[in-house]
């Protein structure tokens, strides 16, 4: 029975070593809200964004959002877990007031209702938020397909805690050519790309790995050189067209996405837009260094947008399957609709006629939205799902 | 093998130093474990370590688990692989344990046991609301209805 541990008597310092172990701006936020003696054993989150060579580097949050247990409002819900994972652009205004802008979970396409009611502002005091994934890129007034455009920067150290000092960063643009940036330097500064172009580029267990066509993983050292640290996914240069590195349960996965030789979109954008037909995922066996092809993901569904890929156990959500894959189109103009490929059959559809797919992204649970305004795809300025 | 720094025969016995919690058990570890308390560590520098050492806050349940720990941690190569795995075992426990881990690490100084429990109770906070840590801790809220209005307004999504 938790009565019985006296933790008021745990002296200050230990609550501020505990707090320092959080490792996400929300988890630290909801710990200094909790009573005024951990507030002051913590400091505030300092809020800067990443600047290099002048430039703002995009970065919005991938956020889990769900109802605590036991609170007065789960009398009206439904007994399992309801998540919605949404990503949102946080700025402050000209006040000093923090704004969000929600987007599209996979690109940055921003999500614009119609009309409709919406709250005005939520408390994240009052839900449980896990911070699942900080999307950074840079855009720039150019546009996405600009090469001057990064679809991908990661900043390592990415704890709240790491000091400005200690940033290094690698951002993969245009059609795959490596730059990276360390604190102090005035602009990004070109690799040595061996085995360029590369298709993408991921910080795991504290360290930044980068996939080229053959999915063949390598390191990035802290003096920004490469180092072979798998070998390729396929051998004799089978398999797919584009490969994409993502992190699940703690392991380094490859998935392999085989795309149809002609778009069949209809867009006017010759032989950009790569339709994807299906996906093969391994798993990287780092006692052996080899790949293993995994056929079921069980309650895991992976995440690959434009500027981000990620997991999420949908376990115990109600109606949610997890064993698929939540993408969007390579180069879609505008950045594409949320489709979903299901490891089970190996079929393709829009999120939107997937109901148990689309379920965990839209609309917003009952919670969110109490007056049930109807939230469908269909109420969006442009559809996203 | 010979763990004592102040001893030059190849061939004397492990020195172990013993310990006394506050229901009056008796430990026996050995002095290589129990540098990895630096108030224990200091008492050995000292020569204050010969005679059972008094451990009042610690009870004697408590004080063998330490002893565990200290024990496993001062193993040579053990890979850190399985050595996570051991940690992670350990802390496996019920909230008075660890509460209770917490106040031994910190009192007698032991550094690696400190942030592994800490990091369980951090783990504990992760991803819920300030009401649930409030029932979880069993502590109040000490804000003022003006702090605590300002707290929500600080921790608001207002969206455009």
Redesign the interface.
Known sequence: M???????E??ME?WS???K??D?RV?I???R??????RSSVPPVSESKLRIGGTLINQCTVYLLEL?PTSPKDSQCPPSREGWLIK?T?DKDLSG??????SNLLSSRPILFKGGT?????????????EIFVERYLIGEKGACYPGAARKVIMLPDSPWAALEETSVVGIFGRGRLKCWKHGDEDWNAMDNPNSPYDDLIAYKGQFYVVDRFGTVSWINPSFKMVQFSPPVCGNGNGGDWKHLVESGGDLYVVDRYCNEFSTFGRIRAGAVREAAGFKVYRLNQEWGKWDEIRNLGDVALFLGDHSCFSVSVKGFGGCKGNCIYFTEINATRGGKVQVFNMEDGSIKRASYSPDHLRILWPPPAWITPNGFDLSPSSLEEPLF | MSSSSSSSSPSCPKKMITLKSSDGETFEIEEIAALQSKTLESMIDENCASTPVPLPNITGKILAKVVEYCTKHAEVGADAESLRAWDAEFVSVDHPTLFDYILAANFLEIPTLLNLACQSVADMVKGKTPDEIHKIFNIKSTFTPEEEEELRRENQWAFD
């Open positions: 938790e009565r019985s541990v006296p933790w008021s745990l002296p230990l070593m505990i707090g172990k959080l996400t988890d936020d909801q710990f809200s909790v009573c005024s003696p951990w605590p949102i946080e007031r923090g704004r969000v802008q929600l919406f709250p005005e502002v939520l408390c994240t005091m009052d839900y449980r938020v896990t």
